[in-house]
């Protein structure tokens, strides 16, 4: 599945996004994370120590992610936005780090199921 023009437009304008992962107990952990958008319309996720965060660890034994992105376009009137991603992830290392202070570890998601709302030109 890929992302609509719309939906780039959208994460390209955000900077956090929340990234829930399995534990290997089987238990969620979501945690805020920096993230891009590759050439291909998958999020990258880096981190300063990202090799060693347990969000790596668990996408090295369970590819299964939910990455979230949302905020609200307005308050008055109530307008929320948001992107929800659902897809399989790989622990990458060794890559080009994002800047510096970067780690050269990196989180890629590859989109399974998209869910968007709020993104007018999407009609969504």
Do not use: C
Request: glycine share 10%; aromatic share 6%.
């Amino acid at each position: 599945m890929e992302l609509t023009e719309a939906q780039r437009k959208y994460l390209r304008t955000q900077h956090l996004g929340r990234l829930a992962t399995v534990r290997p107990d089987g238990t969620p952990q979501n945690n805020p994370v920096g993230f891009r958008i590759d050439d291909d319309g998958r999020i990258v996720i880096g981190g300063a120590r990202m090799g060693r965060s347990r969000k790596f660890q668990n996408v090295k034994t369970n590819p299964a992610v939910a990455f979230v992105v949302d905020d609200l376009a307005s308050t008055n009137p109530w307008r929320p936005r948001m992107v929800e991603i659902r897809g399989t992830a790989e622990a990458l290392e060794d890559v080009d780090p994002f800047g510096p202070g970067y780690s050269r570890e990196q989180i890629r998601i590859t989109p399974g199921k998209i869910i968007a709302m709020g993104l007018a030109a999407d009609g969504e």
